[in-house]
């Protein structure tokens, strides 16, 4: 009986704790600051668990997102080509109670780094 007290409770604060935390699930437009360069990305997030997928709209493609939530943490990455060059950007956010995301986004092979902000998309409420 003890064992199954422990357990609910364990259950009970988890739920609790995530409660607290936004679900990624829906769309979001991104918008990057990146090297002095401004852009806006209209994306789909599935969050299951602790595992992101989705895609990003990238130049008329979709593109495949994949990434994870760790507590109030998420990460998520895509690839997409600059100029030609392949990159991988690599987002990482702290997640609030609010609906809007904020945090740094890496691209590789450049090594170079900005900011980004999401927020629900205006497209999904028409």
């Known amino acids: 009986m003890k064992k199954l007290l422990t357990i609910s409770c364990l259950l009970f604060a988890s739920s609790a ?3 607290g935390v936004p679900s990624l699930t829906g769309d979001w437009t991104i ?3 990146v090297a002095g360069n ?3 990305r ?3 997030f599935v969050q299951t668990d602790n595992k992101i997928s989705g895609s990003c709209k990238h130049e008329d493609k979709e593109l495949p997102v ?3 939530v760790d507590g109030n943490k998420a990460t998520w990455t ?3 080509d600059y100029n030609g060059t392949p990159i991988t950007l ?6 609030g109670d609010s609906d809007k995301i904020v945090g740094s986004v890496d691209v590789a092979p450049f090594n170079v780094t900005g900011e980004f902000t999401a927020t629900p998309s205006k497209m999904a409420a028409k």
Do not use: V
């Not at 690599?90 to 997640?95: E, S, V």
């Open 17 to 19: 704790f995530a409660a």
């Open 31 to 33: 918008h990057n600051s």
């Open 38 to 40: 401004e852009s806006d």
């Open 42 to 44: 209209e994306c789909k």
């Open 66 to 68: 994949t990434g994870t």
């Open 78 to 80: 895509y690839d997409a």
């Open 90 to 95: 690599t987002y990482t956010a702290t997640l």
